[in-house]
Structure formats: structure tokens, C-alpha cells
Nanobody
Framework: QVQLVESGGGLVQPGGSLRLSCAASGRAFSIYAIGWYRQAPGKQRELVARINPGGIINYADSVKGRFAISRDNAKNTLYLQMNSLKPEDTAVYYC????????WGQGTQVTVSS
């Protein structure tokens, strides 16, 4: 069983930054591809960024150059640094272990608005 707990969401103005954190239990990082997904109102959940156990990273085209995913294996924590935020980044952000299947956190709201 893997437990994922997100934190770091909030309200930010366009152009601002936020860093999300996801604390994972167990050996999630060494077993699963882990990543961040988001779901905006009325839209399907979509991949934002993922990192596999070998360290290969993938980003959605919409966030390339603005977001950075990283992990701290010693702390079992996954991060998402979000810069140059846009209103269209507004969504609930979810941490996932299992490449879009498997285990999910409870989600954290990110709102980008002036």
C-alpha cells in the first residue's frame, strides 16, 4: 500500500510561482513511475509531469520550460516547481504512483488569478 499526501497549493497571481510537495510512504519511488496530474473543472485529468524509477522525466507540452519535477529519495518526497503560472494552470493537482493508475493523493488546489 502506498500513501501520497500533497501540499503547497494555493492562490497565486499570473506570472507567480508555487512549489507542490508529495510525501510518499513505502518504496513508491523505487517501484513506480511517479508524477503529477491535474484536473480543471469540466475537463479530464491530464498528465503534467512524471519521472520513472530510472529518472527519465516527461512533461506535458503546456508546461515545458515553466514547470520542473524533482524527487528527494531520502525524504520520499516528490516536488513540482511551477513558475510563470497562467490562469489556465488552475486545477486540482494530484500526485500519482503508478503511471496514471495505481495510487493517488487527495489533491491540492492551485488557483492562478489576479
Amino acid at each position: 500500500q502506498v500513501q501520497l499526501v500533497e501540499s503547497g497549493g494555493g492562490l497565486v497571481q499570473p506570472g507567480g510561482s508555487l512549489r507542490l510537495s508529495c510525501a510518499a510512504s513505502g518504496r513508491a519511488f523505487s517501484i513506480y513511475a511517479i508524477g503529477w496530474y491535474r484536473q480543471a473543472p469540466g475537463k479530464q485529468r491530464e498528465l503534467v509531469a512524471r519521472i520513472n524509477p530510472g529518472g527519465i522525466i516527461n512533461y506535458a507540452d503546456s508546461v515545458k520550460g515553466r514547470f520542473a519535477i524533482s524527487r528527494d529519495n531520502a525524504k520520499n518526497t516528490l516536488y513540482l516547481q511551477m513558475n510563470s503560472l497562467k490562469p489556465e494552470d488552475t486545477a486540482v493537482y494530484y500526485c500519482n504512483a503508478g503511471d496514471g493508475l495505481g495510487y493517488w493523493g487527495q489533491g491540492t488546489q492551485v488557483t492562478v488569478s489576479s
